[in-house]
Antibody, heavy 116, light 107 residues
Framework: EVQLVQSGAEVKKPGESLKISCKGSGYTFTNYWIGWVRQMPGQGLEWMGIIYPGDSDTRYSPSFQGQVTISADKSISTAYLQWSSLKASDTAIYYC?????????WGQGTLVTVSS | EIVMTQSPATLSVSPGERATLSCRASQSVGSNLAWYQQKPGQAPRLLIYGASTRATGIPARFSGSGSGTEFTLTISSLQSEDFAVYYCQRYTDWLWTFGQGTKVEIK
């Protein structure tokens, strides 16, 4: 069974750094792109970027380029999304999802709250 | 930049009725178009990919059509569990842009 399990909810202060994770199982992790999607409170879905764990090829949405970093460690089948300096506007639920012609499998989401 | 525009923003439908949702791309995306359903407090669920192929386990009352710039998601007979927000998404040219969503609510 394909599963994407994300790390737990985070509460951070503005200016702090953060790295959240998404662990894949039930399939060959290096063979599928993993994307990250943001959902701000009460808002729609926004695609942030995507990585191919096989060779770490990474593509970003122009809206998120330079704002976040996406990475992967194929030895432990885990993708990451990180911020170097959080802002209050980063408060959202972040989903990872496996691409195969659309995002067929989704993680449960990680709630990130940034507040002073 | 290819913009995905969904209409209407909100669709009020009675159970058992047909619902038709639209998604328009500002430039052609071929058939590289997916539809998702999202219920409150849940992750999105893939319904349709390749513009018209149902994902695994999706009931036959959901169907997708279109290519190029105009796409439609049809729910043939709305069930109570179908009231949710629906998003289209293009996946071409290294961009996976979502539309803004259509909320299907009970009339």
């Amino acid at each position: 069974e394909v599963q994407l399990v994300q790390s737990g909810a985070e509460v951070k202060k503005p200016g702090e750094s953060l790295k959240i994770s998404c662990k894949g199982s039930g399939y060959t992790f290096t063979n599928y792109w993993i994307g990250w999607v943001r959902q701000m409170p009460g808002q729609g879905l926004e695609w942030m970027g995507i990585i191919y764990p096989g060779d770490s090829d990474t593509r970003y949405s122009p809206s998120f380029q330079g704002q976040v970093t996406i990475s992967a460690d194929k030895s432990i089948s885990t993708a990451y999304l990180q911020w170097s300096s959080l802002k209050a506007s980063d408060t959202a639920i972040y989903y990872c999802a496996r691409h195969g012609g659309g995002f067929h499998y989704w993680g449960q989401g990680t709630l990130v709250t940034v507040s002073s | 930049e290819i913009v995905m525009t969904q209409s209407p923003a909100t669709l009020s439908v009675s159970p058992g009725e047909r619902a038709t949702l639209s998604c328009r791309a500002s430039q052609s995306v071929g058939s590289n178009l997916a539809w998702y359903q999202q219920k409150p407090g849940q992750a999105p669920r893939l319904l349709i990919y390749g513009a018209s192929t149902r994902a695994t386990g999706i009931p036959a009352r959901f169907s997708g059509s279109g290519s190029g710039t105009e796409f439609t998601l049809t729910i043939s007979s709305l069930q109570s569990e179908d009231f949710a927000v629906y998003y289209c998404q293009r996946y071409t040219d290294w961009l996976w842009t979502f539309g803004q969503g259509t909320k299907v609510e009970i009339k």
